[in-house]
């Protein structure tokens, strides 16, 4: 069994490690972009799960700095069809500049809006 201290770095580890595979997909992507052959999945996307994952990649690094994460769910914004990688990619990118540029023991606010019939979903990323 692992003691606290070494849970503590293997989170760690894994963060970075999926960081980095994060940056090398957004740069895989940017070709793909180039190229005009990137492709959009669309799926049923649970958009609390899918803000609070991006809030928990971002969460070690905001941690470090002493900033503090907030998330402002809208009530009406459950589920929407979207490519779940791509928009976990856009998201995790805006808290990770929002964090990254934030002084210490700042706020950083990812908040999710939707119109009066839910068909249009905004998200907002503060700092």
């Known amino acids: 069994p692992l003691n606290e201290h070494q849970r503590r770095l293997l989170e760690i580890a894994e963060t970075s490690?999926?960081?980095?595979?994060?940056?090398?997909?957004?740069?895989?992507d940017l070709a793909k972009v180039g190229a005009g052959r990137l492709e959009v999945n669309p799926e049923p996307?649970?958009?609390?799960?899918?803000?609070?994952?991006?809030?928990?990649?971002?969460?070690?690094?905001?941690?470090?700095?002493?900033?503090?994460?907030h998330f402002l769910p809208d009530p009406l914004a459950v589920t929407m069809q979207a490519d779940?990688?791509?928009l976990k990619q856009m998201l995790?990118?805006?808290?990770?500049n929002a964090v990254k540029f934030t002084p210490a023991h700042g706020e950083v606010t990812l908040q999710v809006r939707a119109d009066e019939d839910a068909r249009q979903i905004e998200f907002a990323v503060r700092d």
């Open 17 to 28: 490690g999926r960081h980095l595979l994060s940056l090398i997909n957004d740069v895989l």
């Open 84 to 86: 779940p990688r791509r």
């Open 92 to 96: 995790v990118n805006l808290l990770s």
């Open 45 to 69: 996307v649970v958009i609390e799960d899918l803000c609070q994952a991006c809030l928990v990649f971002v969460k070690g690094p905001a941690g470090k700095n002493s900033v503090t994460l």
